[in-house]
């Protein structure tokens, strides 16, 4: 079974620092990984995704994320924190085997301190 | 504007009652899909449906009911017999088995008291 593993469900980081959002992931077979964004009562939006082109995955408003085989990871990262990057972070992986299903991890609420 | 629709943004209902969330999209995806997120428990399926006039049970389906009778529209019924039905609801459509990356509406937000 596929599935991921969000370590930390807050983190607390100064604005101007480096996030460092950390996802594993359990899969027999190559995955599909995504990073999704969630703002207060609002629904997720995809922030980058690998389908096994390149391992390092540039997605919007800066961040970007190193799929890593040898370590099952997947791991978000921005270089300087803005404040307005203060959201819930979900990864997720694409469920293979014809059921066209994702499965979402626990996810972790940035916190920016200004 | 293409997009998905989630409405109301906020619902409110009384215990023993069945309730109906909606959920439209003009984005012509061919598979929807509901999810409940409850704090610290990330988002958890209860149907998709890959096609219209069919849909699967997801991992939590008690408690829940669907139609895909247009291709546009996913409405979810969150019946009585749902034991803790106050939570977020997310609903979300891809274009087709060839796309792995879903696209949300901004979700409903149910309380039941």
């Known amino acids: 079974a596929q599935s991921v593993t969000q370590l930390g469900s807050h983190v607390s980081v100064s604005e101007g620092a480096l996030v460092l959002l950390r996802c594993n992931y359990s899969s027999s077979v190559p995955p599909y990984l995504f990073w999704y964004v969630q703002y207060p009562n609002q629904g997720l939006q995809l922030l980058l995704k690998y389908t096994s082109a390149a391992t390092l995955v540039k997605g919007i408003n800066g961040f970007e994320a190193e799929f890593k085989k040898s370590e099952t990871s997947f791991h978000l990262t921005k270089p300087s924190a803005h404040m307005s990057d203060a959201a819930e972070y979900f990864c997720?992986?694409?469920?293979?085997?014809?059921?066209?299903?994702?499965?979402f991890g626990t996810g972790t609420k940035l916190q920016v301190i200004p | 504007d293409g997009g998905i629709t989630q409405s109301p943004k906020y619902l409110f209902r009384k215990e023993g009652q069945n309730v109906t969330l909606s959920c439209e999209q003009n984005?012509?995806?061919?598979?929807m899909y509901w999810y409940r997120q409850d704090p610290g428990q990330g988002l958890r399926l209860i149907y998709y449906?890959?096609?219209?006039?069919?849909?699967q049970k997801g991992d939590i389906a008690e408690g829940y009911s669907v139609s895909r009778e247009k291709k546009e529209s996913f409405p979810l019924t969150v019946t009585s017999a749902q034991k803790n039905p106050t939570a977020f609801y997310l609903c979300?459509?891809?274009?087709?088995?060839?796309?792995?990356?879903?696209?949300f509406g901004p979700g409903t937000r149910l309380t039941v008291t």
């Open positions: 984005l012509n995806h061919d598979a």
């Open positions: 979300a459509s891809k274009p087709g088995q060839a796309s792995y990356e879903q696209y």
């Open positions: 997720a992986v694409f469920r293979s085997g014809g059921y066209q299903k994702v499965t």
């Open positions: 449906s890959q096609i219209v006039n069919d849909f």
